[in-house]
């Protein structure tokens, strides 16, 4: 039984599996492979936002962040084996990234913020591949961005536009990306350039 609550499912599994499954996916998968981390804000979002649930659905991976929603999956019995929250899965997928020479493109955030982030992910893992960075300020029905994108080589996508804006549009844009992993990491850009 898949840990469920309302319209929203999450996957069963640990921070090490995730990031096992996450680089098989970025090495050799097919297409756009979406991580979703969700949390209870998340959950409520997909009761009312039905581009935002069809996002989730045809996630790869959705990861529980949050206490309160790791609390209320064991409260109705469908336990996660753990919390998995998106700043140290974002953080783990680039130390993975750079041993592998995964090239990693950082899209969202002020320019401020995902320079920064870019730099400081450059200075703690020195060998890790930048493939490029944009900021999340762009409007999102222009098919452009998604090419650049993929014309960056990138296998590995964070996008830090919050939820449900960064998981819509990735899912919106899959078709334009080509074969990468994507992973939703909400505000992070801000908490990794700060
Ligand atoms: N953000 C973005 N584009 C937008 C709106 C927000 O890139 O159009 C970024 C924002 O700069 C921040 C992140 O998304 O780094 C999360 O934003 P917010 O705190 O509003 O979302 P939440 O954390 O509540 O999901």
Redesign the pocket.
Known sequence: LKPSIWSTSVDNVSMDYALAKTRAAAVSGKGVSLVSTVNA?AVMEAEKNSEYAAALRSSFLTLADGAGLVWALRFLGTPVQERVAGIDFMLRLTRTAAAEGLPVYLL???GE?VKGTAEALKEQYPDLVIAGWR???FNPSDPSVAADIRGSGAKVLFV????P??EVWVMKNSHLLGDMVAVGV??A??VVSG
């Not at 830090?160 to 939820?163: C, F, H, L, N």
């Open positions: 804000l969202g955030a002020k913020a900021d999340g300020y830090a536009m919050g939820i804006r960064q909400g505000g850009f801000d």
